[in-house]
């Protein structure tokens, strides 16, 4: 064989071997082991007897949509479950807000939590959870069994494409998931923001503050809980120029941040809305909020060992 063919069936060889490395490592390929058999909590399989909802109809078609995903392998627990098995949990739920007077209509917020709980002890436990708002007419006692119905289907698919991209997300390295921040998709952002919050991956801090500058609100509130749970005191003064610009319940969430997070600027920002707010109702929150921060701050420093003076050598 001439040496040329040989040099290009070397080359050929490699690239293959390269490239089939390169698929067997790919984060799309890789998948959670999830089980078969998902549950309803007990909470919710009341609120489903109160509408006279079936449970079986209900989680086939969450299944289905699930497998629709093909971001998962399933496993039945019959046999022997793998070791990075999951088992998922289903709770439904709904917070009532503010009627619609002009309409008379009531408006509810359901909401559906997907709690995948390993079925080994030492892992993490992952939460995803969607929500969705409708109303009905004052003078019906409670929603139509179809209207919830059809709401259940599109929170169950809405559900699998969260917890099909969030499995995808949680499989691969803080590193990757920072590259997922740096794309305009607000879906990945969300799911890529809350994993790195649950490592304490403190070196997305920066980007986590460039994120607050957002329009997506799902967005901003999954950022400011992910700043919350990293402690992140840099973000406080971002924090604070966005709460300048919000109000209701919005700015709310913002000073129960500040007082997680804490600092000399979160304090004094805390002060000034408690002291001089027109809301009354702002005030006491911020007064609430400012009360726990200097609590956290008095008992920290009760568990903090005083620091030895060094005695100068003569």
Known sequence: MCWWKKSLLCFVLAAGFLWGGCKKKSPSLLRLHLSRDIEFS????????????????????????????????????KNKPPATGYKLR???????????????RIRLRWYISYR???VTSGREV??????????????????????????????????????????????VSSHQLM?????KDAFLQRHATQILARRQYKAVIPLLIKQLKTKNRTLLLTTV?????????????????????????????????????GGEAAKGFLFTIASSHNIPAIQQTAKEALLELKQREAKASQHTPPRKKRVKEE
């Open 42 to 77: 007990h909470t919710s399989k009341a609120l489903l007897k109160k509408l006279k909802l079936a449970q079986a109809p209900l989680l086939k078609q969450l299944r289905k949509h699930l497998e629709q995903e093909k971001s998962f392998l399933w496993f039945s627990e």
């Open 90 to 104: 289903v709770a439904l739920g709904m917070m009532p807000l503010p009627a619609d007077r002009k309409r008379r």
């Open 116 to 118: 995948l709980v390993p």
């Open 126 to 171: 992952l939460n995803v959870q969607e929500s969705r708002t409708m109303s009905y007419a004052v003078k019906d006692k409670f929603p139509k069994r179809e209207t919830v119905a059809k709401l259940f289907r599109d929170l169950w698919k809405r559900g699998a494409q969260s917890l099909s991209a969030y499995g995808k997300l949680y499989l």
């Open 179 to 183: 590259l997922q921040l740096k794309q």
């Open 225 to 261: 809980g992910a700043l919350v749970r990293l402690r992140a005191r840099k973000a406080a003064v971002p924090l604070i120029q966005l709460a300048r610009q919000r109000e209701g319940a919005f700015l709310a969430q913002i000073l129960s941040a500040l007082s997680e997070i």
